[in-house]
């Protein structure tokens, strides 16, 4: 059986995230990979699929500047994997520099580096 398709190719970052849960939680994550609609994460805490998620992504920028951002989403999958959680969440709309600036050129400049 073929895999469905990602809307856009995931690229690799370092970078933690925040997730504010519909139960007013706040899980501290590690950001695996983004793309303009969605990003992967690793969780201690489980977050369940259709969950509706507030992220605020920190990272740092070039010239060693910490910046972050924001943006919602859906749970649309979580896999346990020993005491871990992996997540992948789906971006309400996509990341874009008006609504996201400050992610939105850390992604562009992260996907400058490769060539897929």
Same mark, same amino acid.
């Given at each position: 059986?073929?895999?469905p398709k990602?809307?856009?190719?995931? $690229?690799?970052?370092f970078? +933690?995230?925040?997730?504010? !849960?519909?139960k007013?939680e !706040?899980?501290t !994550?590690?950001?695996?990979? +983004?793309s303009?609609?969605?990003i ?5 805490v ?7 998620? #507030? ?6 920028a %070039?010239g060693g500047?910490e910046k972050?951002?924001? +943006? /919602?989403g859906?749970?649309?999958?979580? +896999?346990?994997?020993?005491?871990? $959680?992996?997540?992948?969440v789906s971006?309400? #709309?996509e990341?874009?520099?008006?609504? %996201?600036?400050?992610?939105y /050129? $850390?992604?562009v400049?992260? !996907?400058? $580096?490769y060539s897929?």
């Amino acid at each position: 059986m073929d895999k469905p398709k990602r809307k856009a190719t995931r $690229y690799p970052i370092f970078a +933690i995230a925040e997730v504010k !849960t519909s139960k007013n939680e !706040t899980i501290t !994550t590690m950001v695996d990979n +983004i793309s303009l609609y969605g990003i992967g994460l690793y969780s201690f805490v489980p977050l369940k699929k259709g969950d509706h998620v #507030r992220l605020r992504v920190k990272f740092v920028a %070039q010239g060693g500047i910490e910046k972050d951002d924001q +943006i /919602e989403g859906e749970v649309v999958w979580s +896999i346990k994997q020993d005491n871990i $959680y992996f997540v992948g969440v789906s971006f309400s #709309r996509e990341l874009s520099p008006l609504n %996201q600036p400050e992610l939105y /050129e $850390y992604f562009v400049n992260i !996907t400058s $580096y490769y060539s897929y």
